[in-house]
Structures are given as structure tokens and as C-alpha cells.
């Protein structure tokens, strides 16, 4: 089973001032299945939307590579670019800035198709009006403009927009965070149902854990430009190995009662650096609550410690590797 997207050391580095350079992304790995619904979280200004933007060729990389289907999205030709613009769309955070207020909604939907001259006349607006039903909208919203919708249909519009190129691969960008937390439910159901019913891959960023968690395969932690830990859903709620992922997790009310006990609330003090200056070493070291000596020399890496379950932290490296079998004094 060959992943459809495979990132490897991508770096995403901003030169803001002379000598200074933000590190947004900074040197993440991670790939997803076809069909996979990629969860991304960590707080704003950690870099997943640059991750997510990089991705969706909509910024160069600094270093490392992007692959879709193999494709070196950064490197490949115009006509791959073009095809690959089909194939990979994004849904923006905010569905109030990201519709031109003074196009019409069936413009707005066709955009993509009229670059791509895919369809003409009465097939474009057929096609519109398709888009309109399988988000939940109707017909006699084409001929109307983005100020006349709520916050939830602008947002629908946005994923019909996204979805006018039968796209196979979606960045969704903190797609519900802008909205009504009583119509939040209603998006996220509607990208679940588009993910099984067209078989959509999706990479879904969010800033907390409690919405992703119950909709992602998979769910990547970022922090301060790195993933720090990667693993499934479930994996990473019964057994989170990073201290970063373990205060996220603590900061969510727990409906079960057996694990209540076992997770204590882990109040992380102090505040995200600056990428412009991250810390020497581990980057999590100023806020760790689990911080050794070496965490501020030495940078840890990500490895597997169980199958699928990747962390960089130092506390693991030597007491654990694959499988949780003790490695033997002598190596
Ligand atoms: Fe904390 Fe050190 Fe692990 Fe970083 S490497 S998360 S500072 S224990
Ligand atoms: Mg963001």
C-alpha cells in the first residue's frame, strides 16, 4: 500500500529581516495513505498551515521534498504542476475572507473550472449546481453573492469550490474553527462523508485534539516547526508518548472513567517560542515539564517506538526501541 503523499525532511524556512530567518517548518517527515484522513494539530503559530500550504505547492520548500503519487510536487514540470493543481486542493479556515465578495457564488464554485477549461455553458452550471447538492446546498443559491450566507454555508461553498475539480487529496485548514461551534458537527460530518464516499485523502488541520482525535486515521503533533509525535487516533489517546501530545491530551475532559485517574492535568508553562529563535536541542525543552540535561544540547529524533508510533524525545531512546523490547546493556 503505497502512500499517496510522502514528505521527507521538508523545511519551510521565511526570511523576515536581514539575519533573521522564521522556521516555520523545519525539517517534518510524514506520509499518508490513499483514503486516510490526516489529523495535524498543534497550537497557532507551530507551522501547519505553512506545512499544509507547502504541500499544495502554494509556497516553495527551503529543503526536502513533497511526493504526490511519486511526483516531486516542487520540482515537476508545468503540465504535472497543472495536473497536480487538480488533484490536490485546499479548504481555507476562514470562509469569510477566502470568497471574493463580489463574484457570485457560481463563479466562485467554477473558478478552477474555467482555468482548467473544463466545462462551458449549460454543463458548467449543471456542474455548479451538482456541487451545490453534494455539499448540502441548493440550485437557487448560484446566483447569489458570499455576504448573503452564514458562516456554515459560506464555509460549504468553500468545499464545493474545493471539490469542482474531483480532487483526490484536500488540505482542510482549521476548516471549522471560524464557525459556530452548533454548525461545526455539520462540517466535519460532511468532509467524513465526502472522505468515504469519494474516497478522499484528506490532511485536516486543527489547533486542539478533542475535535480531530474522533475523525483521523491518523493524527501528526506539531510543535514549533517539528512533528513530535505520529501515530493512530486511538494509539495516541490510550498511550501518548510525547510530553507535548501528553499535556494536549490533559487538557481534554475525559468521558472515561478508567483512564481518569491515570491522566493528570498537565499545565504547560510559559509560551510557544519564537520560531525565529527556537531553542538549542529539543525544541519542547522550555516548556517541558520532563527536561533533562541533554534535551538542551542535543536535538532527538524521530524514531518508531512501537509499530506506527513515532516520537522524538529523549526519555525513550534508550529504554525502548521497537516493539518495547529493553535493549541489552551492551549496545
Ligand atoms: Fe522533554 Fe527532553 Fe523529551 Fe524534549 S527531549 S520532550 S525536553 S524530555
Ligand atoms: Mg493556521
Do not use: W
Request: charged residues 25%; hydrophobic residues 35%; neutral net charge.
Amino acid at each position: 500500500n503505497k502512500p499517496i503523499l510522502e514528505v521527507e525532511h521538508l523545511k519551510k524556512h521565511f526570511n523576515i529581516r536581514k539575519n533573521q530567518t522564521l522556521k516555520a517548518v523545519d525539517g517534518v517527515s510524514f506520509s499518508i495513505q490513499k483514503g486516510e484522513m490526516f489529523g495535524l494539530v498543534g497550537e497557532s503559530g507551530c507551522g501547519k498551515s505553512t506545512l499544509g500550504r507547502t504541500v499544495l505547492r502554494l509556497y516553495d520548500q527551503t529543503a526536502g521534498t513533497v511526493r504526490y503519487n511519486g511526483e516531486n510536487v516542487h520540482q515537476a514540470d508545468a503540465k504535472t504542476k497543472k495536473q497536480l493543481d487538480r488533484r490536490m486542493q485546499m479548504i481555507f479556515q476562514d470562509p469569510y475572507a477566502s470568497l471574493n465578495p463580489r463574484s457570485m457564488v457560481v463563479d466562485i464554485i467554477a473558478e478552477g473550472m474555467d482555468i482548467h477549461h473544463l466545462y462551458q455553458g449549460k454543463e458548467r452550471l449543471r456542474r455548479v449546481h451538482e456541487l451545490l447538492e453534494i455539499v448540502g446546498l441548493n440550485k437557487e443559491h448560484a446566483n447569489r453573492y458570499p455576504h448573503e450566507f452564514s458562516g456554515g454555508q459560506r464555509q460549504r461553498i468553500g468545499i464545493a469550490r474545493a471539490l469542482a475539480l474531483e480532487p483526490e487529496f484536500i488540505v482542510a485548514d482549521e476548516p471549522i474553527s471560524a464557525l459556530d461551534v452548533s454548525i461545526q458537527a455539520q462540517v466535519v460530518n460532511l468532509l467524513q462523508k465526502l472522505q468515504k464516499e469519494k474516497g478522499l485523502t484528506f490532511l485536516f488541520i486543527a489547533h486542539d485534539l478533542s475535535m480531530v482525535r474522533h475523525i483521523s486515521d491518523r493524527i501528526g503533533v506539531m510543535y514549533l516547526g517539528k512533528l513530535v509525535e505520529i501515530t493512530t487516533s486511538e494509539q495516541l489517546y490510550q498511550n501518548p508518548l510525547h510530553p507535548y501530545t501528553k499535556a494536549l491530551l490533559s487538557a481534554i475532559p475525559i468521558p472515561d472513567p478508567d483512564l481518569e485517574d491515570k491522566r493528570e492535568s498537565i499545565i504547560l508553562r510559559g509560551e510557544i517560542p519564537s520560531p525565529i529563535s527556537p531553542p538549542s536541542g529539543c525544541v519542547f525543552r522550555t516548556r517541558c515539564p520532563q527536561v533533562m540535561e541533554q534535551c538542551s544540547y542535543s536535538e532527538p529524533q524521530i524514531r518508531e517506538y512501537e509499530t506506527g508510533h513515532f516520537a522524538a524525545c529523549h526519555l525513550y531512546e534508550r529504554n525502548h526501541t521497537l516493539q518495547g523490547v529493553q535493549e541489552s546493556a551492551a549496545t
